[in-house]
């Protein structure tokens, strides 16, 4: 398992974070040009973490130069503010080990919350969720949380731009590098044909440091990304077969040969189970 961890002049709160994660095996910080010592701070409490520099500036670009550099099966994302436990790793592993492709964190589900959020913030996300789930079929009740778990073979899926665009201009982002990420993740981990469990968890406000309050600005990206997503998604031509990932060696039985398809989700749909209350199945349409 790796944990990526995006971080901007973090120097004070990283360390929180990473004393507090459960036995992980490997840790990949992404450091976004930091002014501070966070690079040096993060190699000092775990001696092993693997510190890569973005390529470009934004969230988006950060996690996916984290993603390029990660080699574990499954692949958790946590913010270096110290505004998720990182204790709620197993939660979301156990998730994925039960038959989900990807398991997105809500905090404003049962079992979650956000303790950060002002009452205009609340009402905001629960506005533009349910935008989202009239437009993509969804039951989404959290777009923009940033912990995440996923199986590393179908991050390909989400198709974010990767570490180097050819063509793109020096000093330029492309779509999807800037902090609308967590939005199209969120979209697109559905719409694509995941199969997607959003797991209760619990927002804290930054341990060291303010954040600005920017609530008109963000919820106009928001609806940019909707309107974006729901235009690119009637665009979108059809993903060959042949480009999809490979089968996950754990839907694999004796019976079945590892060259025979298994159908559009990479890993088997497991019994239902009993239902819980801090869970929720969010289906895509299976549309890629």
Not at 172 to 196: H, Q, S, Y
Not at 259 to 281: N, Q, Y
Request: a positive charge.
């Amino acid at each position: 398992m790796t944990v990526v961890i995006p971080a901007l002049n973090e120097e004070h709160n990283l360390p929180l974070v990473l004393e507090n994660l459960p036995p992980v095996n490997e840790v990949v910080v992404v450091d976004g040009r930091s002014d501070d010592d966070t690079v040096a701070v993060a190699r000092e409490v775990r001696p092993d973490v693997v510190v890569v520099r973005q390529t470009r500036s934004g969230k988006g670009n950060a996690l996916a130069c984290g993603f390029a550099a990660a080699t574990g099966d499954i692949v958790v994302t946590l913010n270096a503010d110290g505004s998720a436990d990182p204790g709620e790793i197993p939660r979301f592993v156990d998730a994925l080990l039960s038959g989900a492709e990807a398991a997105h964190g809500s905090r404003f589900r049962y079992g979650g919350d956000h303790r950060d959020a002002l009452p205009a913030e609340r009402l905001g996300h629960t506005v533009l969720s349910r935008v989202v789930n009239v437009l993509f079929r969804t039951r989404f009740t959290d777009l923009s949380c940033g912990y995440n778990a996923y199986w590393r073979e179908l991050l390909p899926v989400l198709d974010l731009p990767g570490p180097e665009v050819p063509g793109l201009k020096r000093g330029r982002l492309a779509w999807g590098d800037g902090p609308e990420v967590e939005t199209l993740i969120t979209i697109r981990m559905a719409t694509r044909g995941l199969r997607v469990v959003e797991v209760a968890t619990v927002g804290y406000p930054r341990i060291h440091g303010d954040r600005p309050r920017r609530l008109l600005p963000s919820a106009l990206r928001v609806l940019r990304t909707i309107a974006t997503e729901y235009a690119r998604r009637w665009r979108r031509v059809p993903v060959e077969a042949t480009h999809r990932p490979a089968p996950h060696p754990r839907s694999l039985t004796p019976d079945r040969p590892a060259d025979e398809p298994t159908g559009r989700h990479s890993v088997p749909l497991p019994p239902r189970p009993r239902r819980r209350a801090d869970r929720r199945v969010i289906r895509g349409d299976g549309r890629y």
